[in-house]
Nanobody, 125 residues
Framework: QVQLVESGGGLVQAGGSASLSCVAS?????????????MGWHRQAPGEERELVAR???????NYADSVKGRFTISRDNAKNTVYLQMNSLKPEDTAVYYC??????????????WGQGTQVTVSS
């Protein structure tokens, strides 16, 4: 399947910015019939359920959680199999483990979903 490796994250003060990146790799990416369709970010705070933060389709269509709309920007580089999350005007409630995920298709019928290991983002007040 697809291996996802996140980078970025760390400690930032409220009002600051941070940038996350996630690189997809794996032999399946070399198959002519395989393509990554959707890439996105979820997050999970302590005691909370994992929630969608943002996603972007292969055509560039984006969706954001209401809580981050206007502050976060998701983008992707298809040539590098990489998805990014630019986070501005961070708030303490943004503190969470952020997980990268991708959805891919193999041919017309098979689909794949992969998750990264997560990266901690901590916003201090």
């Amino acid at each position: 399947q697809v291996q996802l490796v996140e980078s970025g994250g760390g400690l930032v003060q409220a009002g600051g910015s941070a940038s996350l990146s996630c690189v997809a790799s794996g032999s399946i990416l070399s198959l002519n019939t395989f393509s990554i369709t959707v890439m996105g970010w979820h997050r999970q705070a302590p005691g909370e359920e994992r929630e969608l933060v943002a996603r972007i389709s292969s055509g560039g269509s984006t969706n954001y959680a209401d809580s981050v709309k206007g502050r976060f920007t998701i983008s992707r580089d298809n040539a590098k199999n990489t998805v990014y999350l630019q986070m501005n005007s961070l708030k303490p409630e943004d503190t969470a483990v952020y997980y990268c995920n991708v959805e891919g298709r193999l041919g017309v019928q098979r689909s794949f979903t992969s998750w990264g290991q997560g990266t901690q983002v901590t916003v201090s007040s």
